[in-house]
């Protein structure tokens, strides 16, 4: 008999809205605990001398990504149509 009481208090428990929001957090943590400390975001370590390259091409090849050239870019701002003047050092004579 006691049995369907405690089944039935179980369930109006599970729709107050403070357990739901435990039950909420308690998902969320466990989440943020997998993808934070699960096997694949162990760090890669290498020795000293196998991480140190030139450039960061290398880096790239070394870590197996595949390395386009870019597009040349354009410039920021372009050449001012006229002739070059010189930047005045101090404008003002004493």
Do not use: C
């Not at 890669?44 to 070394?62: I, L, S, V």
């Not at 006229?82 to 404008?91: A, C, D």
């Amino acid at each position: 008999m006691a049995t369907p009481r405690f089944a039935n208090s179980i369930s109006i428990a599970l729709r107050h809205p403070g357990v739901i929001a435990m039950i909420v957090a308690a998902g969320t943590i466990a989440a943020m605990l997998i993808v934070d400390h699960g096997p694949w975001s162990r760090a890669k370590t290498q020795p000293a001398y196998a991480a140190m390259y030139a450039t960061t091409g290398e880096a790239a090849r070394a870590a197996g990504a595949k390395v386009l050239p870019t597009e040349p870019k354009s410039p920021i701002e372009p050449e001012r149509p006229g002739p070059k003047t010189s930047p005045t050092v101090n404008p003002v004579t004493p």
